[in-house]
T-cell receptor, first 112, second 114 residues
Framework: AQSVSQHNHHVILSEAASLELGCNYSYGGTVNLFWYVQYPGQHLQLLLKYFSGDPLVKGIKGFEAEFIKSKFSFNLRKPSVQWSDTAEYFCAASGGSYIPTFGRGTSLIVHP | EAQVTQNPRYLITVTGKKLTVTCSQNMNHEYMSWYRQDPGLGLRQIYYSMNVEVTDKGDVPEGYKVSRKEKRNFPLILESPSPNQTSLYFC?????????????FGPGTRLTVL
């Protein structure tokens, strides 16, 4: 069965700390990968996505993610977080079907 | 402005009282879907639609119905709501489908079934 695992459910950081959120997927065949962010009280919006090509993907607000096929991973990174990055982050994977799979989400709290 | 809208944003109802949550997109997207978000479970897809009059079950379709009579609208219907359907619901759309396109999400509908 297809699955997406996010290992960090709750992360608390201070401003300027570096961030890495783990995401592993289990999919047969070609997979497209996404990171979405949900700020408090808001809807989900896309941070970045990987379909093919350069495995290091840069998204909005200074986020990036690296696709490592051998590890079935797509970890999200940011070198220096800000208080405004406080949000819930979802990794998602989509193969050939119309039903994408989302991870359980990681709640990030950044202290000023 | 390109957007997905949902109504109502908040709804409290009682068990068994039929309700409809509307969803509309103005981007001429073919693909639309409904998700529910529950703590610790992330987002799970309820139903999706690939085009007008074409709908299919997602991962958790039990207790829900949908229809797609027009391209822009994709209402979610709970014929007989139960407390286990208390959740946060999101509608989403994309040009052709989640495998190749970004999904755009609505603002969410927080439903409480007493």
């Amino acid at each position: 069965a297809q699955s997406v695992s996010q290992h960090n459910h709750h992360v608390i950081l201070s401003e300027a700390a570096s961030l890495e959120l783990g995401c592993n997927y289990s999919y047969g065949g070609t997979v497209n990968l996404f990171w979405y962010v949900q700020y408090p009280g808001q809807h989900l919006q896309l941070l970045l996505k990987y379909f093919s090509g350069d495995p290091l993907v840069k998204g909005i607000k200074g986020f990036e993610a690296e696709f490592i096929k051998s590890k079935f991973s797509f970890n999200l990174r940011k070198p220096s977080v800000q208080w405004s990055d406080t949000a819930e982050y979802f990794c998602a994977a989509s193969g050939g079907s119309y039903i994408p799979t989302f991870g359980r989400g990681t709640s990030l709290i950044v202290h000023p | 402005e390109a957007q997905v809208t949902q109504n109502p944003r908040y709804l409290i109802t009682v068990t068994g009282k039929k309700l409809t949550v509307t969803c509309s997109q103005n981007m001429n997207h073919e693909y639309m879907s409904w998700y529910r978000q529950d703590p610790g479970l992330g987002l799970r897809q309820i139903y999706y639609s690939m085009n007008v009059e074409v709908t299919d079950k997602g991962d958790v379709p039990e207790g829900y119905k949908v229809s797609r009579k027009e391209k822009r609208n994709f209402p979610l219907i709970l014929e007989s709501p139960s407390p286990n359907q208390t959740s946060l619901y999101f509608c989403a759309s994309s040009l052709t489908g989640p495998s190749t396109d970004t999904q755009y999400f609505g603002p969410g509908t927080r439903l409480t079934v007493l």
